[in-house]
């Protein structure tokens, strides 16, 4: 299947994000995350700070796509490519972001399961940030909705009203295993290795943003150069349709919507 730049993908790496610079390289971070977890929405507040660099998803297939199109440079290897983002995605004070889903790592290190490779490149990041969801059911529909529309964010709007979408619950399925996946993975590799980790839930953040989004900040030490949160960035996209296709899948697995 041919992969697809989408506009989101375009903005991403759009220059008018990039930082004035080049500047050195002080500090590294990763946002460790699964599909839909609320990373986009954690990774946008740290950009709108200026003082954490943009954590974009540098490992997902489509970046590196639009980058190698943009400069001519058709076969820019990642390593290459995330030298390129360290250059202009660097914010004035040093810190450099990136997030990853736990199957784009190993996509970009074409392997089946982590490798010395791998654990070397995490290493590579003073601080470690684990978001995930509680509400799993939810995640996998909102995964298959964006899979469906190609809508991701509050920034998009869908091509075709919401009542219009037709999902079904198997389809939901697939995306749950997929969040699953993602989320297992990085639990293993974070039990089996030892490597600390601050964690984040999703409903936390949304429930509580200013007070969550002030404790990535200590951690990632630049909480003084940073005296106000922004605004959340994004808007909640789950609407009416989510809390249908929710009640359906919960009748197609045979479990309580209280239950799940």
Known sequence: MAIVVSEKNKREMS???????PVEVRQRYCILSSPRSGSTLLGRMLYETGAAGDPQEYFNPPLLIHERQRSGDEKMAVGEFIRRM????????GVFGMKMHYSQMLGAFGAKAPTNDMLGHLKRYQQLIWIRRRDRLRQAIS???GQKTGVWSSEESRGSPVAEVKLQPYECVRALQMVCGDDFGWQRLIQSTGIKVHEVWYEDLVSDYDNQCRQ???YLQIDDAVPTIPKPPLQRQATELNERLHAQLCQYL???ETAS
């Open 143 to 145: 995964q298959a909705l």
């Open 216 to 218: 990535v900040l200590k």
């Open 86 to 93: 360290q250059a202009r995605r660097t914010s004035p004070n």
């Open 254 to 256: 045979g479990v309580t």
């Open 15 to 21: 220059t008018e994000r990039d930082f004035p610079g």
